[in-house]
């Protein structure tokens, strides 16, 4: 199977202002990436403010150029084969812009499928297929000026649909939105992925990245730190399962015969009054299991370290610095 | 096929452009709000240069005045072209398969009809207080030179957007100051033979010149031959500033793939 999306050293750098006195003379957003995004596959991009996501973004949506390395599009060079990139993509990006507020949601996608090569007849069936998904049909007629912000994005998604695109590009599509609109725009994802769409989304929330995404990246300072199944990713912090629970009264004594079980390797205090087990296998799971049910500990949860959590230890606590 | 993608480009930029002038205008505000204003600023500016110049180039003036009206709404394709900027839209457009310059040649368009109807109606309807009459005969011809006029200084005002697309903060110094130099130098108060020689050279490669002098020798009854050569020498120019307008966009989008000035987020 070809890959979506196919870079190969990609480094991309922007001159700094020289008037700025930072004593540097560019910045480099993106660092020898390597990254492959299978065909119709739901690809997440993670990373701190300033980790090159939305420059990646705008690479693959032809709007900026390479500085070095190779970046391919189904099998097509961004330099040399734009036009036909071109017709392979669409971009969605969060936030208020990029529609023409003055028109009406109808007169908005009109345009767009007809800059997307479309003629008449398909222009209005395409654009009505669109608002019916986006789910637009009974406010099409409104200006767009006028729409809640939730409404702008479900426009700039179909907005992003009109050429119907193979590799729909999505920088941070939720933000902004309240938590139904939220859930309302992964289903929608969720949707485009059972068409066969292949879906570069960037975020910043795990969430999002753990029910959406089939692979997650995780980049940083332009370089990927980690990638791989949102929902194994956590075996790179640890492999081991937890199990956590709630003690009443003193526990030194539980704790020293739980690691006194075989496969069991550590025993810590998340919180007071609650404490989480390490295992490294399902036996030792289930041993633990049963004693600390036998001991009266209460509220116990099996886990594995989640995306948050990776994120957490890869990039560090860095709070609101950004680099 | 190419060809007929960017026609359809065209057509289609242009219906974004009327729907936005609809947004904006309606009937009555059209006539009452821009009509008038503009009118206005003729009996104005014909008015204040008999104060000032001699009155033989009493006619000239107002039919300078009159045509300059369709060039001022033309040269609005400047600061309209920059909201575009503003709207965010413009890396939606590069990154779509279709050319930016097809997109902003009719995106503005609704200028043209809109400045070539005020320009109609300043000449028929005030012309006669001011000694310009027209014979039925020459008022197709009226339109034909209106429209070449004001179709070639958009695509002059094309150019000059491209300039502003990349400094959106200049988009109404660019237009002021192109059009004050227009109605200054190119024979709207006085004619072009009065400036220095240079300026008179730049001049004829502005459409105005040559859309004033076809319109002139219409109002004077001139012979058909030299109004049709004017006509031609304005389209000519046009298609001059059209050429350098497309290559430009092309310019343009490059340059911002490259420095990456085409900005997408707020
Ligand atoms: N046009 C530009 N000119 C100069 N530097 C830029 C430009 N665009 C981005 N950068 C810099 O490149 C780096 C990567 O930025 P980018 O926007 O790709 O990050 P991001 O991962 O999308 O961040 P965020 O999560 O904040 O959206 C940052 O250091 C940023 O300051
Ligand atoms: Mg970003």
């Given at each position: 199977m070809t890959n979506a999306v196919e870079t190969r050293g990609l480094r991309r750098t922007y001159a700094l202002d020289?008037?700025?006195?930072?004593?540097?003379?560019?910045?480099?957003?993106?660092?020898q990436l390597d990254l492959e995004v299978a065909e119709g596959s739901v690809h997440g991009l993670l990373g701190p403010n300033g980790a090159g996501k939305t420059t990646l973004c705008k690479i693959l949506a032809t709007v900026l150029l390479p500085t070095e390395g190779e970046v391919r599009v189904f099998g097509r060079d961004v330099r040399t084969q734009t036009r036909k990139v071109r017709r392979d993509i669409g971009i969605v990006f969060g936030?208020?812009?990029?529609?023409?507020?003055?028109?009406t949601a109808r007169q908005n996608l009109h345009y767009w499928c007809a800059l997307y090569g479309l003629r008449r007849p398909a222009v209005r069936a395409r654009t009505e297929q669109l608002l019916e998904r986006v789910g637009l049909v009974d406010r099409a007629d409104e200006k767009v000026e006028g729409f809640s912000r939730g409404m702008k994005q479900r426009l700039h998604l179909a907005r992003g649909l009109a050429g119907d695109p193979r590799l729909l590009l999505l920088d941070?599509?939720?933000?902004?939105?309240?938590p139904v609109s939220a859930r309302d725009f992964r289903s929608m994802v969720d949707e485009l992925r059972r068409e066969g769409k292949t879906i570069l989304l960037t975020t910043h929330d795990m969430d999002e990245a753990e029910t959406v995404c089939d692979v997650v990246t995780l980049i940083d300072g332009g370089r990927v730190l980690a990638a791989g199944d949102p929902r194994s990713i956590g075996a790179l912090v640890s492999r081991h399962e937890r199990v956590e629970f709630d003690f009443v009264g003193p526990v030194a004594e539980t704790v020293r015969d739980l690691l006194d079980?075989?496969?069991?390797v550590g025993c810590t205090s998340v919180s007071p009054g609650r404490h989480r087990v390490e295992t490294a296998d399902d036996d030792a799971t289930k041993a633990a299991l049963s004693l600390l049910v036998d001991r009266g500990a209460t509220a116990l949860t099996t886990s594995r370290p989640r995306l948050e959590e990776v994120y957490l230890k890869l990039i560090g606590d860095r709070g609101m610095a950004v680099r | 096929m190419a060809l007929r993608y960017s026609l359809r480009v065209v057509r289609y930029s242009a219906q974004n452009a009327v729907a936005d002038f609809a947004a904006t205008y309606t009937w009555k505000s059209w006539l009452f709000g821009w009509l008038g204003r503009m009118l206005s600023q003729v009996v104005f500016f014909t008015l204040a240069g008999r104060l000032l110049g001699s009155p033989s180039l009493h006619r000239e003036r107002f039919v300078g005045n009159s045509v300059m009206t369709c060039v001022v709404e033309a040269m609005m394709v400047v600061a309209s072209s920059a909201w575009e900027r503003r709207a965010g839209t413009l890396p939606l457009l590069v990154s779509s398969p279709a050319g930016l310059f097809e997109v902003f040649f009719g995106r503005s368009l609704q200028w043209v009809v809109s400045g070539t109807a005020t320009s109609f109606v300043a000449l028929l309807a005030l012309g006669p207080f001011f000694g310009v009459h027209w014979a039925p005969a020459a008022v197709p011809v009226v339109v034909v030179v209106l429209l070449v006029t004001s179709l070639g200084s958009y695509c002059f005002g094309l150019f000059l957007s491209v300039l502003v697309l990349q400094a959106t903060q200049l988009r109404n110094i660019v237009s002021n100051v192109s059009y004050l130099a227009m109605m200054t130098?190119?024979?709207?108060?006085?004619?072009?033979?009065?400036?220095?020689a240079p300026i008179g050279w730049v001049a004829e490669c502005i459409p105005i010149t040559h859309g004033l002098r076809a319109m002139n020798a219409l109002a004077a009854g001139g012979r058909a031959d030299m109004v049709g050569q004017q006509v031609l020498e304005a389209a000519l120019c046009g298609v001059f500033w059209v050429l350098v307008a497309a290559a430009a966009f092309r310019l343009l989008a490059e340059r911002g793939r490259r420095d990456g000035s085409i900005e997408y987020s707020a």
């Open positions: 020289r008037r700025a006195k930072t004593g540097r003379s560019e910045v480099v957003a993106l660092h936030g208020e812009r990029g529609l023409y507020t003055r028109l941070e599509p939720t933000t902004g939105m309240d079980l075989p496969g069991v | 130098f190119c024979g709207v108060q006085v004619p072009v033979g009065y400036w220095p």
